[in-house]
């Protein structure tokens, strides 16, 4: 390993959970007359789940409590943790390099449920560091989420390696010039629909 820090997304990358996401965005977004396509849902990766609500009620002219749509999300989220497994290609990873060089979490899950994931897949106290949506004002595709996860770490960020799922999430790594590997090249997620 020729880094000196491995940065990691979390949904979709550490742990398996964008199936269970969805369907916690069907069930929300159902309810406020909000059509999210899973195609669409794929396509804003990375993004918190306040600018994804902020962005699909403007599409259709929908006044909405966007906090608490977000955290109502979220909690349906919650409900099925159990349902969520690790990305045993990626945990691996962060097995072998525990304790050998700094590794931190840069995701745009709010912290709370970042938390509860990782220890859903007993990632919990693996990470020097993590950066979760309300530790930085922009977030992916721009770089901060992954500059202020370097930072924490105290690495120059082109001295990282990230791991991402998500085009928003590469593109904010590379941003930050970081070597950026996509999971995707070796992982497909699960599809709710056909």
């Not at 550490?14 to 007359?33: E, F, N, S, V």
């Amino acid at each position: 390993m020729n880094f000196a820090a491995l940065i990691f997304d979390c949904d979709g990358t550490l742990a398996d959970t964008m199936p269970a996401h969805y369907i916690a965005w069907q069930r929300t977004m159902d309810k406020y007359g909000i059509e999210f396509s899973e195609d669409r849902f794929y396509s804003m990766g990375g993004k918190p789940s306040d600018k994804i609500i902020e962005i699909l009620s403007a599409e259709q002219g929908l006044q909405l409590n966007v906090p608490a749509v977000a955290k109502e999300k979220e909690q349906f989220f919650i409900d099925n943790l159990d349902s969520i497994e690790p990305i045993h290609a990626v945990t691996e990873i962060v097995h072998e390099y525990h304790g050998k060089i700094p590794m931190a979490v840069a995701t745009g899950a709010m912290r709370w449920v970042m938390d509860l994931t990782l220890q859903q897949i007993g990632l919990d106290g693996m990470f020097d560091a993590s950066v979760a949506s309300e530790d930085t004002e922009l977030h992916k595709p721009h770089p901060d989420v992954f500059l202020e996860a370097a930072r924490r770490l105290n690495v120059d960020p082109t001295k990282c390696r990230a791991y991402e799922d998500a085009v928003f999430g590469v593109e904010s790594a590379e941003r930050a010039g970081m070597d950026v590997v996509d999971i995707t090249t070796f992982f497909t997620p699960r599809r709710i629909t056909p």
